[in-house]
């Protein structure tokens, strides 16, 4: 299986500033024939299930504000959100699909400091 | 717009079948998407169970595939899960969601609100 590790577990950042939450996997997740990393990045917020906010490692998810961005190649990805808004505070989940089974990443909670 | 909605017990006894269903609102389920569940144990990460394609052909995780089983019925447009022989450690969030065909839609853009599950006796 494809290990998904993720640091830090917790992250808190005040409002406004940047928060940044990394994702590597145990092997590459990258497909040459078409270019693109399997990698894919959900938010879940209390009592709800996740949605996705980036997949394909920096392609946005339709209608997910542009302060969210992703990026990296490979084995090491990383989620930005460029200004910290109250409504982020969740746990980050990173997901791998290139190979089965599908895997997740333990998951980074988000505050506010 | 499409729902997916999680319905079964919410209380399984330890060594019995856990089994849930994942009803498909407003979409077909034969349409070109797999079908999925996953679980979450309480205040845990998410662990993919195993996924579905309309025609019946199924994908499972190998950590469960000897005690899962993953149906579709397309005449009622819903899908169920067969989970064998529970513990403690199956009691989780029980979630349905939909992924795409192609090993590059395999994300799960559509989810149910969750079900737990609780193993006791």
């Known amino acids: 299986d494809i290990v998904m590790t993720q640091s830090p577990d917790s992250l808190a950042v005040s409002l406004g500033e940047r928060a940044t939450i990394n994702c590597k996997s145990s092997?590459?997740?990258?497909?040459?024939?078409?270019?693109?990393?399997?990698l894919t990045w959900y938010q879940q917020k209390p009592g709800q299930p996740p949605k996705v906010i980036i997949y394909?490692?920096?392609t946005r998810e339709s209608g997910v504000p542009d302060r969210f961005s992703g990026s990296g190649s490979g084995t090491d990805f990383t989620l930005t959100i460029s200004s910290l808004q109250a409504e982020d505070v969740a746990v980050y989940y990173c997901?791998?699909?290139?190979?089965?089974?599908?895997?997740f990443g333990q998951g980074t909670r988000l505050e506010i400091k | 717009q499409v729902h997916l909605q999680e319905s079964g017990p919410g209380l399984v006894k330890p060594s019995e079948t856990l089994s849930l269903s994942c009803a498909v609102s407003d979409h077909s389920i034969s349409s070109p998407y797999y079908w999925g569940w996953l679980r979450q144990p309480p205040g845990k990460g998410l662990q993919w169970i195993g996924s579905?394609?309309?025609?019946?052909?199924?994908h499972y995780n190998p950590s469960l595939q000897s005690r899962v089983t993953i149906s579709v019925d397309t005449s009622r447009n819903q899908f169920s899960l067969r989970l064998t022989s529970v513990t403690a450690s199956d009691t989780a969030v029980y979630y349905c969601a939909r992924h795409g065909d192609y090993g590059e839609y395999w994300y799960f853009d559509l989810w149910g609100r969750g079900t737990l599950a609780t193993v006791s006796s």
């Open positions: 579905i394609f309309h025609s019946g052909y199924t």
């Open positions: 997901q791998q699909h290139h190979s089965s089974p599908i895997t």
């Open positions: 394909w490692a920096s």
């Open positions: 092997q590459s997740v990258f497909y040459n024939y078409n270019n693109k990393n399997y």
